[in-house]
Antibody, heavy 121, light 112 residues
Framework: QVHLVESGGGVVQPGGSLRLSCVESGVSLRVSGMYWVRQTPDKGLEWVSFIRYDGSDKNYVDSVKGRFTISRDNSKNTLYLQMNSLRPEDTGVYYC??????????????WGQGILVTVSS | DILLTQSPLSLPVTPGEPASISCRSSQSLLHSNGYIFLDWYLQKPGQSPQLLIYLGSYRASGVPDRFSGSGSGTDFRLKISRVEAEDVGVYFCMQALQTPPSFGQGTKLEIK
């Protein structure tokens, strides 16, 4: 069975850093765009960052621009999110989500199980 | 940005009774290809969102036929014909006409 598995979450102090990873087992990530989506008590579900299948285009929600960096290593089937200068409002569950390559169908083909990030002193 | 507004935010339902959730969009979600770019998800406690309905009305694989999606333009609805105990959780609508996608606030369904 195909899975997306996140890792790298945890508890960090404000101003600290974390690096999230997302690995897809069984199928190559390399043809799909990928998102990081987070779920916070204040804002619910919101997209955080997007990367094109080949890494040539990256986008960020305004609140994380300049602090977070998305990247991918297609040879390792792995997506990353480097999170620096973390703030308490970044606390939440972070999901990686794979964009479907089908022209007609659901937007996301798959979601990871989620990883908790807690920013607190 | 497209804003999605769900109602109600809380939905207590007696097992066996129907349930309905509304999702209103600030813009039409009709794509030029004729499809509605709205998906519905259920997030059970402690789990990631699971797809129920895509393109407004197409049931995802493995989803019971008691779930149905309808609507057009800016007004959409998810209906459960007969609620079962396993249907508890938070239901989200999500639009993908404009990317990045945006989500409704969620509707928490609980069993009375």
């Amino acid at each position: 069975q195909v899975h997306l598995v996140e890792s790298g979450g945890g508890v960090v102090q404000p101003g600290g850093s974390l690096r999230l990873s997302c690995v897809e087992s069984g199928v190559s990530l390399r043809v799909s765009g990928m998102y990081w989506v987070r779920q916070t008590p204040d804002k619910g579900l919101e997209w955080v960052s997007f990367i094109r299948y080949d890494g040539s285009d990256k986008n960020y929600v305004d609140s994380v621009k300049g602090r977070f960096t998305i990247s991918r290593d297609n040879s390792k089937n792995t997506l990353y999110l480097q999170m620096n200068s973390l703030r308490p409002e970044d606390t939440g569950v972070y999901y990686c989500a794979k964009v479907s390559i089908a022209t007609v169908g659901p937007y996301f083909a798959r979601w990871g199980q989620g990883i908790l990030v807690t920013v607190s002193s | 940005d497209i804003l999605l507004t769900q109602s109600p935010l809380s939905l207590p339902v007696t097992p066996g009774e129907p349930a309905s959730i509304s999702c209103r969009s600030s813009q039409s979600l009709l794509h030029s290809n004729g499809y509605i770019f709205l998906d519905w998800y259920l997030q059970k406690p402690g789990q990631s969102p699971q797809l129920l309905i895509y393109l407004g009305s197409y049931r995802a694989s493995g989803v019971p036929d008691r779930f149905s999606g309808s609507g057009s333009g800016t007004d959409f609805r998810l209906k459960i014909s007969r609620v079962e105990a396993e249907d508890v959780g938070v239901y989200f609508c999500m639009q993908a006409l404009q990317t990045p996608p945006s989500f409704g606030q969620g509707t928490k369904l609980e069993i009375k």
